[in-house]
């Protein structure tokens, strides 16, 4: 169920900065995770993502580092933006047959100009 | 880019009413659609699965004739919330996942439905 009474971890960042963003997750059979950046009022936006088979990928100004042995995600943005802004959640994905999603608590970015 | 639309994206009922809420894959076909809830500044939360041609699987907790769950075809699927109540309120969200790709494929997720009951 919700937790009520917890508030969303934040980060603040000042523009140009690289942002690091932690996750732990809890499943040790999940074999896939993704990233995903949702903006106010708008639905999950697809970042990056990595199989466990990885422990690091990197995209356009961001990486994303796997540590399978503590299960920890973290998604790292370079020269961070203020349209960066945003909550983020990391997500896994156990193998089955519905590949469903379990997704983080999520962390509220803020760039500060 | 894979497109998931959603509709409405806001509504607004009185406490009592249903409320029917559409996911659409709009550029592929999509046999398993997945529902979500989310509560301000809370994660997402999954409520059901919802399978082309066969029930949908729903969550722990989750009041399978209070969420109706329909997807008649591979591009559709719709969430009624009935007998809306202001404790329903919520943001909800669905995602896809495309047919033709295997393996890891992602889940697209649509834009969201804001629910306001009164």
């Known amino acids: 169920g919700e937790s009520v009474g917890l508030h969303l971890p934040t980060l603040s960042v000042q523009e140009g900065d690289n942002s690091i963003i932690n996750c732990a997750y809890s499943?040790?059979?999940?074999?896939?995770f993704i990233w995903y950046k949702q903006e106010s009022g708008k639905g999950p936006q697809f970042i990056i993502d990595?199989?466990?088979?990885?422990d690091k990928r990197q995209g356009q100004r961001v990486t994303v580092l796997l540590n399978k042995t503590v299960k920890h995600l973290s998604l790292q943005i370079a020269a961070t933006q203020p349209g960066d802004s945003a909550v983020y959640f990391c997500?896994?994905?156990?193998?089955?047959?519905?590949?469903?999603?379990?997704f983080g608590s999520g962390t509220q970015l803020t760039v500060l100009p | 880019g894979a497109v998931v639309s959603q509709h409405p994206s806001r509504v607004i009922c009185k406490s009592g009413t249903s409320v029917k809420i559409e996911c659409r894959s709009l550029?592929?076909?999509?046999?398993?659609m997945f529902w979500y809830r989310q509560f301000p500044k809370k994660s997402l939360m999954l409520m059901a699965t919802?399978?082309?041609?066969?029930?949908?699987?729903?969550e722990q907790g989750v009041e399978k004739d209070k969420f109706l769950i329909n997807h008649a075809s591979l591009t559709l699927s719709t969430l009624t919330v009935t007998s809306a109540h202001p404790e329903d309120s919520s943001f909800y969200i669905c995602?896809?996942?495309?047919?033709?790709?295997?393996?890891?494929?992602?889940?697209?997720f649509g834009p969201g439905t804001r629910l306001t009951v009164l």
């Open positions: 995602s896809a996942r495309d047919s033709i790709a295997g393996g890891y494929n992602e889940q697209f």
């Open positions: 499943n040790s059979a999940s074999d896939y």
């Open positions: 990595i199989r466990s088979n990885m």
């Open positions: 997500a896994e994905n156990t193998a089955g047959s519905a590949r469903q999603l379990t």
């Open positions: 550029d592929f076909q999509a046999t398993t």
């Open positions: 919802s399978n082309e041609g066969s029930k949908a699987t729903y």
